[in-house]
């Protein structure tokens, strides 16, 4: 049965989207620009440009971003 497979891949893409005004927002807090965050993630800064901005990036570079942001407010 597929449906439990299927389930677990959609929990897991849910936990892991990020939307792009609250990267702004958590970017904005820590006193981050967009170069600084694509330095720590090793990300171009118009690939976080374009996630803020609304457009979907690969499940990798938004989990880099995530935790980036994630050990800069530590």
Request: proline residues 3%; aromatic residues 2%; glycine residues 6%.
């Amino acid at each position: 049965d597929q449906a439990p497979q299927e389930e677990q891949s959609m929990i897991r893409e849910q936990r892991t989207r990020l939307r792009g005004p609250d990267v702004r927002l958590a970017r904005m807090a820590l006193d981050m620009t967009q170069e600084e965050l694509a330095r720590r993630t090793g990300l171009c800064r118009t690939t976080i440009s374009r996630l803020e901005n609304g457009l979907k990036l690969r499940e990798r570079h938004e989990q880099a971003i995530y935790e980036a942001l994630m050990e800069a407010g530590r």
